[in-house]
């Protein structure tokens, strides 16, 4: 499932360019639960 909380759409707009932009992985990206629990969600 997709989260849609504030919190984890701003952290992939400030995040995805500068990590993943020239990243050869392609397809969906799911982040670690580490990333959650570190926003509160």
Same mark, same amino acid.
């Given at each position: 499932?997709?989260s849609?909380q504030p919190?984890?759409i ?9 990590n =993943?932009?020239? /990243?050869?992985?392609?397809?969906s990206y $799911? =982040?670690?639960a /580490?990333?959650?629990t570190?926003l509160? $969600?």
């Amino acid at each position: 499932s997709v989260s849609f909380q504030p919190k984890i759409i701003k952290y992939a707009l400030d995040n995805y360019c500068v990590n =993943y932009y020239s /990243s050869s992985n392609s397809g969906s990206y $799911l =982040y670690p639960a /580490s990333v959650y629990t570190k926003l509160g $969600l």
